[in-house]
């Protein structure tokens, strides 16, 4: 049995109850809403066409239309990738603006997230470029260029209070994974680490292994033994080419506003929904959110 979620970003709150009895005409089932004019879900809807016609109902409106299963809805894990998805930028191409390299890194990093280019040379590749960058400027970069992704905190501080273990996996650094994983509550951050000078300078090298999509599924499946669950019971969320594999191997692996080949391959995908649409997807409704 199934649920079809429709989630509207919080900033722009699209959903009508006129859009949901409308769609209900359609496909039946029962609405129940999570969040007014936020999140609405109907459960159990009785037609086989229900995404397309709960889409052709939306239209161009920005609202995600999901369907996920009924059983096993509220998950015990949540691993989450942190650059444009727990953060709104990309670490690397903020450093790189340090150096007037933007342009020329961005362009690399863009492309490695699509999926074209291979994510451990790309890195390599980007780091090298950073050379000569003082640990001063890195930590200004920190407080100044890098802001928190919408409803990151309350993802997390709602699992964890339901009692989820909750990971922060980034193929991007400890300088920056470690800082925002404190500022966000995650249980855990793992990260590439920048290798430095003696006068505190980026050497241009990164300390290997590299953190890869291999090992954000390895931390995924090490965390589910440790806990004593399965893949099913994880919800991953992630917008890269490397955050795919983690993606597929979760019970709930959430595209979140992910580069287009990653949408389209992801299990589940948010286009339009701020992280908060991941405990709209658990069946969480807003009262029980942590704030």
């Not at 922060?168 to 966000?184: E, Q």
């Not at 992801?266 to 807003?286: K, M, S, V, W």
Request: proline share 4%; glycine share 6%; hydrophobic share 45%.
């Amino acid at each position: 049995m199934s649920v079809l979620c429709l989630i509207a970003n919080p900033q722009t709150p699209a959903l009508t109850s006129q859009i949901v009895q409308a769609i209900h005409r359609e496909i039946g089932g029962e609405i129940n809403w999570l969040a007014q004019t936020i999140a609405c879900e109907i459960i159990a809807p009785k037609s086989t066409s229900s995404i397309e016609i709960a889409t052709q109902a939306v239209n161009t409106l920005p609202v995600d239309v999901v369907m996920v299963p009924r059983t096993n809805r509220r998950k015990k894990l949540l691993l989450a990738d942190m650059d444009s998805t727990m953060i709104e930028q990309e670490c690397i191409d903020e450093l790189a603006d340090a150096l007037g390299l933007k342009p020329e890194i961005s362009a690399i990093t863009e492309r490695a997230m699509r999926g074209e280019l291979d994510f451990s040379e790309a890195l390599k590749t980007r780091v090298a470029l950073l050379k000569g960058l003082d640990l001063d400027v890195i930590k200004q970069v920190r407080r100044q260029a890098i802001t928190l992704s919408p409803g990151g905190r309350v993802l997390v501080k709602t699992m964890q209070e339901y009692g989820a273990y909750t990971s922060l996996v980034s193929g991007g650094f400890t300088l920056f994974a470690d800082y925002f994983a404190r500022r966000i509550g995650f249980d855990e951050a793992i990260a590439n680490m920048l290798e430095m000078d003696e006068n505190q300078k980026l050497t241009g090298t990164v300390s290997l292994p590299i953190v890869d999509s291999e090992t954000k599924v390895s931390r995924l499946r090490t965390l589910v033994s440790q806990l004593k669950i399965t893949t099913a019971d994880a919800v991953t969320v992630g917008d890269g080419a490397n955050d795919l594999p983690m993606l597929q191997a979760a019970g709930l692996g959430v595209a979140l506003h992910a580069k287009p080949a990653v949408a389209a391959a992801a299990p589940y995908c948010i286009r339009h929904g701020d992280l908060t649409a991941l405990l709209y997807l658990q069946g969480f409704n807003e009262e029980e959110f942590v704030r």
